[in-house]
């Protein structure tokens, strides 16, 4: 039985992005067109815009070839190029925005010494962006992402905002025994099927600003994603990730959207999937908690335990989190605790008896906008605290939650939102990335940790228009 809704009847195609993109591209082509309009009618050249053949081919449509003759389908094609071209990032601009970047960045870097700091001084080229990044227990790496729609750094590259066959997933595999180069990475795409958007256009999944975590036998549960428009539209995606065989499976879809969800291994093995935006678009973040696999199926303990035709069920209380992502963890006393981003929004989950207790207020009294978090060692207890960082550009302070309570640790070097904060085998930590919001300053740098009072600090950063929420993992060297 496919877990995907049925496929809902095609309709005519049309342009598939929010209405205030529409009337900024309506108001910008209308003035275009009244512009070329005798060109285009009349078949002249001196009005017609000038655009790059290449550009021109891409717009080019056989139907109007057909229908119009090669020339004036031709300059439709140049016209609607021209439409596309409005506002696009010029080369020499790039250049000289990184050239003045490079600068500014080594004369502020200066304030922080490597060998205290640390400093990034390799780098190599991914396939993919890497919006998640899992570890897997073979020892390769897991990114997926999706199809980017735009190369213009000035816009978002995900189709967030789109529907259709361009809101895409794509997935591959990283096996650092092979190095760095292209020979390293395997495309591993994930299952095609249509989506509920009414438009009829399979396509692998759009899986990205998803949630995920390991499964006991170490298949990654990936839960949500994006179903396109509305600001983020959330998906009831519910799928597995087999490390062994390294391929995908579609389980029965969740019951709600979820677009920024957070997931949860729980002490018994079973997931919980909290929060995200419904698929009724931003704005709209569904307090429903949902556990996989339900009950009434077994966990997966051995590689060959492959979770197939198994739905989520529902958890017996809700999470009403304001805000999506909050942060999860599954500590030592076998409940599940769970920091949201509102500093009010702290509860604590019991697996067993399916219910929830409030926790105390973090101190800050602050909003901490997609901030890291992780959990800190214990021996072999298991962990049994927590310690949350970031999320504010205005705040270095960093609290850890141990024991009911909320403490103080020693504040960063500066605020950052987006940043990325992992556990490294010697019990020190590793903050990566960050930026001054959700748009705007973003840093790309890494910070080294003391691990007796398990604080961290940062190094250099950079600039970028825009920076998501990006993923850290540590590797099995």
């Known amino acids: 039985m496919s877990p995907s809704p049925p496929r809902p009847q095609p309709r005519p195609r049309a342009r598939r992005r929010l209405p205030a993109t529409a009337v900024v591209l309506a108001v910008t082509a209308g003035t275009l067109l009244s512009a070329v309009a005798p060109a285009v009618a009349h078949g002249g050249d001196d009005l017609a815009p000038h655009v790059d053949s290449h550009r021109v081919a891409e717009e080019l449509r056989q139907d109007e070839v057909a229908t119009l003759g090669q020339e004036h389908a031709e300059e439709h ?122 438009l009829g256009e399979p396509r692998p999944v759009p899986f990205f600003c998803s949630g995920h975590s390991f499964l006991p036998n170490g298949m990654l549960g990936v839960f949500g994603g994006n179903l396109g428009g509305n600001g983020g539209t959330g998906a009831k995606l519910s799928l597995l990730f087999d490390p062994w065989t390294e391929t995908w499976t579609r389980n029965p879809d969740m019951s709600v959207g979820r677009w920024y969800p957070s997931v949860v291994t729980g002490a018994d093995g079973r997931q ?41 069920e529902r958890f017996k209380v809700d999470a009403p989190f304001t805000t999506d992502y909050p942060h999860l963890f599954s500590l030592n006393d076998g409940n599940v605790y769970g920091f949201g981003r509102q500093a009010a929004e702290q509860w604590k989950f019991d697996p067993v008896a399916e219910t929830r207790a409030d926790l105390t207020a973090r101190p800050d009294g602050r909003k901490r906008n997609y901030g890291s978090a992780v959990m800190l060692p214990a021996g072999a207890n298991g962990p049994d605290s927590a310690l949350v960082l970031g999320g504010d550009r205005d705040n270095p302070g960093t609290l850890r939650f141990s024991n009911g309570s909320w403490t103080a640790e020693k504040s960063r070097a500066f605020g950052r939102t987006q940043d ?32 007796a009072s398990r604080r961290t600090t940062s190094a250099s950063s950079s600039s970028s228009s825009r920076t998501p929420p990006g993923p850290a993992t540590g590797c099995a060297d």
């Open 420 to 451: 990325d904060t992992v556990l490294l085998p010697n019990g020190r930590l590793m903050t990566v990335n960050g930026a001054y919001d959700i748009r705007g300053r973003a840093t790309r740098s890494r910070a080294t940790s003391s691990p």
């Open 77 to 198: 094609a140049r016209m609607r190029a021209a439409v596309r071209g409005i506002g696009d990032y010029p080369p020499t601009t790039r250049t000289n925005r990184y050239n003045a970047l490079t600068a500014s960045q080594a004369d502020h870097n200066k304030a922080f010494a490597p060998d205290t700091w640390g400093a990034f001084k390799e780098y190599f080229p991914s396939p993919d962006f890497g919006d998640h990044v899992a570890l897997l227990p073979t020892g390769k790496v897991l990114l997926f992402s999706f199809e980017r729609i735009e190369t213009n750094p000035e816009k978002e590259p995900a189709p967030t905002q789109t529907t259709g066959k361009e809101n895409a997933g794509r997935a591959f595999l990283w096996d650092p025994a092979k190095g760095t180069g292209t020979s390293a990475f395997k495309q591993v795409n994930p299952p095609v099927f249509d989506m509920p958007d009414g």
């Open 272 to 312: 919980l999937i909290m929060s995200g935006q419904s698929e009724l678009g931003y704005g709209t973040p569904t307090p429903v908690v949902e556990r996989f696999p339900a009950k009434a199926f077994a966990v997966p303990l051995k590689k060959t335990d492959v979770p197939e035709d198994t739905p989520v």
